[in-house]
T-cell receptor
Framework: LAKTTQPISMDSYEGQEVNITCSHNNIATNDYITWYQQFPSQGPRFIIQGYKTKVTNEVASLFIPADRKSSTLSLPRVSLSDTAVYYCLVGDERINDMRFGAGTRLTVKP | NAGVTQTPKFQVLKTGQSMTLQCAQDMNHEYMSWYRQDPGMGLRLIHYSVGAGITDQGEVPNGYNVSRSTTEDFPLRLLSAAPSQTSVYFC??????????????FGQGTRLTVV
């Protein structure tokens, strides 16, 4: 299983763009990169998933360089409600490949 | 369409008691799983199932049993509760096999305290 490394915490202010980088040096050819968001007292929620290059949806963008050894989740113009823990997962689509690390605790300040 | 439903939301057990955490999904997903989350930590996989009648162990299976008699339900049984099992438990179901659209849907969690 590819191990991921991401910052433990980040602070930002409302209206700023936030970029959270995840390192995954041992990513395998069949692995996808998936990000989840978790609010206190709730289960994680899927944000975005990609394999290579850039993926964008209504919530975030995911940038993946050609070597795929890292990825960056970009949250445009964050608000207080984006305060949460963000998890980077790397693995194929098998359920037992979903290993959550400690995640990145993002705090958005007014 | 309720997604993934977990019951109960809160539970207090005495050491040595047994209980079953319920999980049901209405999305017809084959894959379901149970995680536990301890304070300040990520989720750890307890057991998972790739379809009715098939279950397997995750990272931390000791002290827990599961069964999967139907596609919809995936209960988690604590055999003899211990204080170390105090945690928040999450059930998830996954639309596995969708490639880049593979997504796990999580329940709201069960907060279990063992005293």
């Amino acid at each position: 299983l590819a191990k991921t490394t991401q910052p433990i915490s980040m602070d930002s202010y409302e209206g700023q763009e936030v970029n959270i980088t995840c390192s995954h040096n041992n990513i395998a050819t069949n692995d996808y990169i998936t990000w989840y968001q978790q609010f206190p007292s709730q289960g994680p929620r899927f944000i975005i998933q990609g394999y290579k290059t850039k993926v964008t949806n209504e919530v975030a963008s995911l940038f993946i360089p050609a070597d795929r050894k890292s990825s960056t989740l970009s949250l445009p113009r964050v608000s207080l409600s984006d305060t949460a823990v963000y998890y980077c997962l790397v693995g194929d689509e098998r359920i037992n490949d979903m290993r959550f690390g400690a995640g990145t605790r993002l705090t958005v300040k007014p | 369409n309720a997604g993934v439903t977990q019951t109960p939301k809160f539970q207090v057990l005495k050491t040595g008691q047994s209980m079953t955490l319920q999980c049901a999904q209405d999305m017809n997903h084959e894959y379901m799983s149970w995680y536990r989350q301890d304070p300040g930590m990520g989720l750890r996989l307890i057991h998972y199932s790739v379809g009715a009648g098939i279950t397997d162990q995750g990272e931390v299976p000791n002290g827990y049993n599961v069964s999967r008699s139907t596609t919809e339900d995936f209960p988690l049984r604590l055999l003899s509760a211990a204080p170390s099992q105090t945690s928040v438990y999450f059930c998830a179901s996954t639309n596995q096999g969708q490639g880049l659209n593979t997504e796990a849907f999580f329940g709201q969690g069960t907060r279990l305290t063992v005293v």
